[in-house]
């Protein structure tokens, strides 16, 4: 158990490098990562999704964020899902992002 929680915040702090171009706020704390499921073996399944549909890196990010979590030395795959349902908004942002962006 200890080393599924390891490995979870591992993943979180891979994606907590991963900053949106427009807004100054890492992908994480925006709330763009909807869910992180770890299993056996070291494969992990991420739900996630764009500010918007016609979000200028929806082509690269997801790239980006399966790149970071497969370099983690635990993770032998990953699969990523790409949703926007529920779409993107505001109330998804961490208190750290509200804090960062000045809305709180």
């Known amino acids: 158990m200890i080393e599924f929680l390891n490995l979870e915040t591992k993943i979180v702090d891979a994606l907590k490098g991963i900053y949106d171009p427009e807004i100054p706020v890492n992908i994480y704390d925006l709330g763009l990562i909807y869910s992180i499921e770890t299993f056996a073996g070291g494969k992990v399944r991420i739900v996630m999704t764009l500010t918007t549909p ?3 890196v929806a082509e690269s990010l997801p790239g980006e964020v399966r790149e970071a979590v497969v370099s983690l030395e635990e993770v032998t795959d990953v699969e990523l899902n790409l949703t926007f349902d529920p ?3 505001k109330s998804m ?3 750290e992002a509200l804090l960062e962006l000045g809305l709180l």
């Open 54 to 56: 016609n979000c200028p």
């Open 87 to 89: 779409p993107w908004d």
């Open 93 to 95: 942002l961490s208190e």
